[in-house]
C-alpha cells in the first residue's frame, strides 16, 4: 500500500468512528502512530492528509463504507496487557536497593513480598541487593536467626546476596555519623524527663537541651556516665512541624542489656532511623522499597542526609497485606516453638519460609505471587486459602517436571484372582522418556489405599493403571482383562497400587500437622534429601530424611 493508500485508508477508518466527519488532527496522529519515520515530515504530508479528509466528508456515510470495505476487513490492534513490575523511577548508573528484616524470628510469607520486590527489580536492572540485618534492640533477638536468614534470604533470591551486613556490627561506623550531626548542630544530647519532653513537644515549644553547647560533652557521658534513660540523642529537626511524629525524633539511647551477639561491649545504641540512614550512606543505595507505614521514617532518614549534603535514595511503598489465618509474628511463633506447639520454624503448618522450602515450594513461585500483586500502595486483604491457591498454582507449573511415584496411604490388601504374574514398567515422568522407568512385579496380591477400596463397588469393573482391569463379586476379586481400552468402555474406579511385598514404608508430614502413613514403590530409596517428587494422586511431596526402616515426606501441595 503506497502512502497515498495509507493515508485515505486512515481517514475512512476516522470517518467511520465519527458519524462520517473525520477529523485532520486524529488522522495525522494515527499516520504518525504507523509511520514513525514520517514524524519528520508531517508538515509534507499534513496538506494531503487535509484534502483526503475533505473529500471523505463529501461523500456521505454509505459511500464511505463501501470505499472502506475494499481495504478489506479492519480489525482493531489490541493493546498488550503490560505485565511485571513498572519501572524504577530516576535511574542513573547501578541499582542498588536493600532489605531489611530484624532477626527476631526468622522469614515468612510477608518478608518474601517485599524481598521478592526488591530482588525482582535489581535483577532487571543488573543491580545489587544488599541484606541488613537490624538487631539494634537487644531484648527481641533469636541469635539462630542471623545464620538461617541469610540462608533464606539467599534461597528466595537465587543466591545473589553477596553483601550481608549486620547492624550491631556497626556501632563505631553509627557513632562517627552521630558526632558529625552534633558537630554540624543537627542534633543534641537530649536529658529532660521524658514525660516533659512529650508535653514540650505538644505544644512545639523546643527543649531546653537543644542549644546547649556541652552537647559534645553530654554524648561523650552517654559512653561513660550517664545510665541508661538518662540520656537520648535527638536530631535538631522543625519543632512546629504539622506531624508530630517528625519533631525532635531520637537517634541514640543507652541501654545496658546484654545483647545476644555483642554481649556487654556496648551501651550506647542507634534507633532504626539513624543507623538505616548511615548505611543507605555508606553503601550508596539509589533506591529503596518498603512497606507504607516506613513512610515518616523515610521522611526522617532524608532529613539526616540533607544535614550530612548526601542524596537521599529514590523511595517506592507498597501498601499493607494482611495474611487472613496466618501467625506471622516472629515472637509469638518462638514462643509456641519453645512451647512445643510447633516442632519448629520449619514445621509444616508455618508459612515461614524455611518450613515452605522444605515442603517443596519453589522461590520463584513465591516472587511470582509477590509481582502479581506488585507495587502499589493499596492494602490488601489475603486470605490463607486464595495464598495457596496462587501460590500453588505458581509452584506447580515449575514441579510438573517432577518424577513419579506410587504411593498407597492406609493400604488394604487384596487378592485378584487370576491376575497374572508380570512385570510393569512405568516411566519416571512420561514427558521424559530419556530418565527411565520404574519396575514392579506383580501376580495376585496387591495393596491399594483404604480410600480406593471403599469406593470398589460391587460388579463394576475399577482398574490397577497400568497394569490390569478386575471386579469384585461374590465376595472376591477376580481379574477381567489387560487392556485399558476394555476398561475405557465400561469406565469405573482407576486407582493407583503396589505389589504386596518389597515396598518401603512411608510417612508424609502434611500441611495440617497430621501424618499420612503407607507404602512407596521402592525407587524412592534412591532419592536425595530435597528431592521433590509426585505421588500419583496424592500430591507433590518432598523428601525429609530416612528415620531407620521409614522414609519421611513433606507434603507441598496437589
Known sequence: MDIEDKIRK????????????????????????????????????????????????????????????????????????????????????????????????????????VLSLNYEYVKKYGGQLILRIADTNPENIDHDAYSQIHTDANWLCENEIKKVLVQSDRLEIYYKYAKKLIEKGAAYICTCDPEKFRYMLSKQKPCP??????????????????????????????????????????????NETEHPRQGKKYRVWPLMNLAVAVDDMENKITHTLRA??????????????????????????????????????????????????????????????????????????????????????????????????QVNAFNKEILEDSNRYFFVKDPVEIKIKGAPAKKVLMELHPDHLKRGSRKL?????????????????????FRLIDCLNAKYSNKEFVMDSLDYTTYKKQGGHIIHWLPLKDNLKVEVYMDDGSIAKGYGEPG??????????????????????????KYIFRFAHK
Not at 516506613?294 to 549534603?309: C, V
Open 10 to 113: 486512515l481517514a475512512l477508518i476516522n470517518a467511520g468512528k465519527f458519524g462520517g466527519k473525520a477529523n485532520t488532527g486524529s488522522v495525522i496522529g494515527a499516520f504518525i502512530q504507523e509511520n514513525p519515520k514520517f514524524k519528520d515530515k508531517v508538515k509534507e504530508y499534513a496538506p494531503l492528509i487535509e484534502k483526503f479528509v475533505s473529500d471523505i466528508n463529501a461523500m456521505g456515510v454509505a459511500k464511505q463504507k463501501e470505499e472502506l470495505d475494499k481495504y478489506g476487513p479492519i480489525t482493531a490492534k489490541k493493546k498488550e496487557k503490560k505485565t511485571g513490575l513498572k519501572d524504577l523511577p530516576n535511574v542513573a548508573g547501578k541499582v542498588v536497593m536493600r532489605f531489611e528484616p530484624s532477626p527476631s524470628g526468622l522469614l515468612h510469607i510477608g518478608h518474601s513480598i
Open 209 to 254: 537541651c537543644r542549644n546547649n553547647k556541652e552537647n559534645m560533652d553530654r554524648y561523650k557521658k552517654m559512653f561513660t556516665s550517664y545510665k541508661q534513660g538518662d540520656a537520648v540523642m535527638r536530631f535538631k529537626s522543625d519543632i512546629k512541624d504539622k506531624n508530630p511524629a517528625m519533631r525532635d525524633f531520637p537517634l541514640l539511647r543507652i
Open 441 to 461: 512385579i506383580v501376580k495376585e496380591d496387591f495393596i491399594v489405599s483404604k480410600e480406593d477400596y471403599e469406593h470398589i463397588k460391587n460388579g463394576k469393573l
Open 292 to 389: 507504607k507505614d516506613h513512610a515518616d521514617n523515610a521522611k526522617r532518614q532524608a532529613l539526616i542526609h540533607k544535614a550530612m549534603a548526601h542524596k537521599t535514595p529514590q523511595a517506592l511503598f507498597v501498601g499493607r497485606i494482611n495474611f487472613e489465618g496466618f501467625e506471622l509474628s516472629t515472637t509469638k511463633t518462638r514462643e509456641k516453638i519453645e512451647k512445643g506447639e510447633y516442632s519448629g520454624w520449619d514445621d509444616p503448618r508455618l508459612p515461614f519460609l524455611l518450613a515452605l522450602k522444605k515442603r517443596g515450594y519453589k522461590p520463584g513461585a513465591l516472587r511470582k505471587f509477590a509481582v502479581s500483586l506488585g507495587v502499589s500502595l493499596t492494602d490488601k486483604t489475603v486470605p490463607l486459602k486464595e495464598f495457596f491457591k
Open 524 to 549: 524412592i530409596k534412591d532419592l536425595k534429601k530435597g528431592d521433590v517428587v509426585q505421588f500419583e494422586r496424592f500430591g507433590f511431596v518432598t523428601f525429609d530424611l530416612k528415620q531407620k526402616d
